[in-house]
């Protein structure tokens, strides 16, 4: 029988040292353990500033008591989403508050200060410490480790072991000359896109017949399925593989059943239950239809005399086929919701602000003289404001709205001595809606991004965001930045360019967008543009 036990060991302000230990076990015999050394033997800290620092038992929050009845049937954080948590637990506890580590997690502080969000991220060290899927590292070490062999992925792996990994795919998936040379056949894909869309959309209302936002998935898994297999599934035809159909709902199951059973309070620890084994069977189904679609990928590589470019399946099984086929397996999982969210987001804000939208299409005319001409690293250099644009979206609707650290050294955050082991969230999202921080912050200005005027109407007003470089952190920061950040930034430029070159976009409900909020915000509800052709004499 599969055993799965966590064991938090926290030092006192005195300690010597503090370490997180978690066993992995069949039948009480340890199989694996990854303990993450978070100090050295050295005294504790001393220093003046640590001594000033009002003690860590005086941070604001509630007790573990108190924390479960919020879950409880009338409690305030009963049917809140991560989004609606974090701002209640805000009105009540102030900027920064901390939450009782329960159920083998440990306590987490969260923090709504810039400052501290710097002290945090400057002190992480080479191997920095980000435990949330705790499930996906059960799901892969232990329920199925015929697939995965021991490697748990970027996303769930710590220390040396996620260093080994990180540093293989890093110069893959993050020098911008590998990710770019995907640039043709990714216009092309989203070429496609515009070609399905004009077979959707009634030529007199210049609505859509399907649902928009499913049909965006279906262009994030195509292009991200390129990327990563070099392989086309066909998903923009009249035919696309059911298989991607079933993916991308498998996925939007993982995502609510990752916010139950690792963001809030479970007992999956010490007990499977039924939730949990249906989250188990999701994550069966997504590692079975990746899986198939890998396999299907492996059997037409090494035939690349033409001297095609190979995708990143085929440069990581160069190195190290256990990390291939994991790292690919996460690409697929996270490249569908992930980027359509973004990409979604960002049309929604140049819809609600058409003026901006011509100002943008004025620099993609620039580009694409005519709706035939194909993208290429030369005219793609210059487009600041479709850049600005990108950013001032995920400002106001990031995917996630916290990074989360767990730190290896005693820090003073806000004020308060928080010691090493202790979980820390930093609420940038809330930070990015702040007029503290960004001037007019509800409003969608790409120009505060910008660095110079590029017209007469088009003048950069760095002035509206923060100088503050840590409030804005859309990617995260530090050796944990997003692995996926420049494909992600590629496929979304190359989408909207196409977009927006082909169209005037519009939204058409009467309120604004929703979200649902789970590990990521996903646009929900009422989703409906109108898109008219733009006339290419204009």
């Known amino acids: 029988m599969w055993k799965y036990s966590n064991k938090i060991i926290y030092r006192n302000v005195s300690g010597n ?25 050295a005294t504790p800290r001393i220093d003046e500033k640590w001594q000033q620092a009002r003690p860590y038992g005086e941070i604001p929050g509630p007790s573990p008591l108190r924390m479960l009845s919020f879950f409880m049937p009338g409690g305030a954080l009963r049917n809140t989403n991560l989004i609606q948590m974090n701002r209640v637990m805000r ?41 949330g899927l705790e499930s996906l590292n059960y799901y892969r070490k232990v329920h199925r480790p015929d697939v995965f062999k021991g490697v748990g992925g970027l996303a769930s792996d710590q220390g040396q072991e996620w260093a080994d990994i990180r540093n293989k795919v890093n110069p893959v998936l993050m020098k911008v000359q590998n990710v770019r040379q995907n640039l043709p056949q990714l216009d092309q ?22 649902d928009f936002h499913n049909e965006l998935k279906m262009w994030a898994f195509e292009s991200i399925s390129f990327v990563a297999l070099n392989t086309r599934m066909g998903l923009l035809s009249d035919n696309p593989d059911p298989n ?35 989250f188990l069977k999701t994550y069966d189904n997504i590692t079975d239809i990746t899986s198939n679609y890998i396999e299907t990928a492996m059997k037409g590589f090494g035939n690349n005399e033409d001297g095609k470019t190979k995708c990143v399946l085929e440069q990581l099984l160069e190195l190290n086929k256990k990390v291939a086929v994991t790292m690919v397996m996460d690409m697929l999982m996270a490249g569908i ?42 005219n793609t250099k210059n487009m600041p404001y479709l850049r600005a644009c990108i950013k001032e979206g995920l400002r106001i609707t990031s995917i996630t709205p916290g990074n989360f650290r767990i730190t290896p050294k005693d820090l003073v955050l806000s004020g308060y001595q928080v010691p090493r082991g202790t979980g820390v969230l930093m609420g940038v999202l809330e930070l990015s809606n702040d007029d503290n921080y960004f001037a007019q912050s509800s409003e969608f ?16 007003c760095p002035a509206a965001r923060t100088r503050n470089p840590f409030v804005y952190l859309p990617f995260g920061f530090g050796p944990r930045t997003c692995i996926g950040k420049r494909i992600a930034e590629l496929e979304i430029e190359t989408l909207l360019v196409r977009l927006l070159r082909s169209y005037k976009v519009s939204w058409l409900p009467e309120t604004p967008i929703d979200y649902e909020s789970t590990i990521i ?14 006339d290419d004499s204009m």
């Open 17 to 41: 040292q503090l370490w997180l230990d978690r066993n992995l076990s069949i039948s009480g015999t340890l199989s694996q353990q990854t303990q993450l050394e978070l100090a050295d033997t």
């Open 91 to 131: 009105e009540m506890y102030g900027d920064i508050y901390c939450i009782p580590g329960m159920m083998g997690k440990p306590n987490v502080v969260f923090t709504y200060n810039p400052e501290d969000f710097e002290m945090t991220y400057r002190n992480e060290g080479v191997w920095p410490i980000r435990i």
């Open 189 to 210: 894909i989203s070429k496609e896109f515009i070609d399905k869309l004009e077979t959707q959309r009634n030529p007199e209302s210049h609505t859509l017949t399907t």
């Open 244 to 278: 991607a159909d079933r993916l991308a709902k498998h996925m939007g199951d993982f995502f609510n059943y990752s916010f139950q059973f690792d963001v809030q309070p479970s007992i999956w620890t010490v007990y499977k239950t039924a939730g949990f084994k249906k």
């Open 337 to 378: 919701d992930t980027t359509s969210s973004a990409c979604l987001t960002i049309l929604y804000h140049l819809a609600r602000n058409p003026s901006k939208q011509e100002k943008l299409r004025r620099e993609l005319l620039r580009i694409l003289p005519t709706p035939k001409d194909s993208l290429t690293d030369q």
């Open 445 to 460: 200005i790409p120009e505060r991004w910008l660095k110079t005027d590029l017209a007469p109407d088009i003048q950069a």
């Open 521 to 534: 915000l996903s646009p929900c509800g009422d989703i409906r543009f109108k898109l008219e052709p733009v």
